[in-house]
């Protein structure tokens, strides 16, 4: 969810300069992102079992929820776009090319949208209302480590991806070849879940078993991009697929305990296998050349808005649902998500993007040529 369509590169080791050979901007892969924030987005005010509206959702939108109720399958989407422009960006980059390329995108945003959650809560007592020291620890997006609660819910997932940008770091270093990514990409669902079932805590949790299949096809998907599928690389899609559908199908029991509302879990699996045919139709299949410059503005709001949503949304739902229609409130909720959104990505991530990516690039730099002196 949180990395953008870039430039691939061929393969490098972890040192040296980076050979990078522009392609062209995947803004199919743009819209998608747009899309899988907007379903969470659904999911969040019209799916789960919220208390702002002051009745469960599936009562307040019947008809609606029998979609939303399902939205929590674009952290799914989001997970297998991250594997695949993740991939991207890593090949060519050296170590501290892609750690300070993932800070500069990773943090702006966030900084400002713990800031402006912490001032709603000053105002507004129905959210999570954290303590100091807590917003304090979110700053540093390592709260899921030490059990402090997130600032705003959908924060959990950046906990998951900075584990797989740890990977892919270790990866980095160790040298991306074509062949060591199917092999990893197949291999690392495999090890998770051996991982988990031995019940080797620490393990299992660097290996993220619950959701390595959708960075792996992610992953596998970008070879597909990158130099066109051979047998090797799409029987890992297929693997990595069908693991994705299994986490999916498993995953329905629980979402339907947040939902208050039955979640078919065939449903969840035949969704995820037509996001990972959706990925794939708009990067190497019959979609790749989609071009629609809307697509990467909308692309561009998909990390603030996701940040962001949660809190705001639930303000003016829990503020104004006694006073409005539902579907008024709804788009109100929803309007101001947005709004903050484009404030965060234009007067934030514009501004300080370029600034702190060199800077964190040139301070790793400095300290790798010390260490190697």
Request: glycine share 8%.
């Amino acid at each position: 969810m949180t990395a953008q369509p870039t430039t691939a590169a061929p393969p490098a080791r972890g040192v040296g300069p980076a050979r990078v050979h522009p392609r062209p901007r995947l803004r199919g892969l743009d819209g998608l992102r747009f899309l899988a924030a907007a379903v969470v987005l659904g999911f969040h005010y019209t799916g789960i079992g919220i208390p702002q509206w002051g009745a469960p959702p599936h009562d307040v939108f019947p008809a609606l929820n029998e979609v939303t109720r399902y939205g929590f399958l674009g952290v799914q989407l989001f997970f297998v776009i991250s594997g695949f422009v993740i991939m991207m960006t890593a090949f060519g980059r050296t170590i501290s090319g892609f750690a300070a390329s993932r800070v500069a995108r990773l943090f702006p945003a966030y900084w400002a949208a713990v800031a402006l959650t912490v001032g709603l809560q000053l105002v507004w007592d129905g959210g999570r209302n954290p303590t100091l020291l807590d917003s304090l620890v979110n700053l540093t997006m390592l709260q899921e480590a030490w059990d402090v609660p997130n600032v705003q819910g959908a924060f959990w997932t950046l906990w998951f991806e900075m584990k797989f940008y740890l990977l892919i770091g270790v990866f980095i270093l160790v040298g991306i070849t074509r062949r060591r990514v199917i092999a990893f990409a197949v291999l690392w669902p495999l090890v998770a879940e051996l991982a988990r079932a031995t019940d080797s805590d620490l393990l299992a949790s660097l290996l993220i078993p619950s959701y390595a299949p959708y960075f792996a096809v992610g992953m596998l998907l970008f070879l597909v991009y990158r130099d066109g599928g051979d047998l090797a690389v799409w029987l890992g899609v297929a693997l990595t697929t069908i693991l994705s559908m299994r986490q999916a199908y498993h995953y329905a029991g629980t979402a339907a305990e947040h939902v208050g509302a039955e979640v078919s879990p065939a449903v969840c699996a035949v969704v995820v296998a037509l996001l990972v045919a959706l990925v794939w139709a708009l990067s190497a299949g019959p979609l790749r050349h989609v071009d629609w410059r809307v697509l990467s503005t909308l692309g561009a709001l998909t990390y603030p808005l996701y940040l962001v949503h949660g809190q705001f949304g639930f303000a003016v739902i829990d503020l104004l649902h006694d006073q409005a229609p539902r579907w008024v409130v709804l788009a109100l909720a929803t309007a101001l998500s947005v709004a903050i959104a484009a404030m965060l990505h234009y007067l934030v991530e514009n501004r300080l993007h370029d600034r702190l990516r060199d800077g964190v690039r040139h301070g790793l730099e400095t300290t790798l040529d010390t260490t190697r002196r």
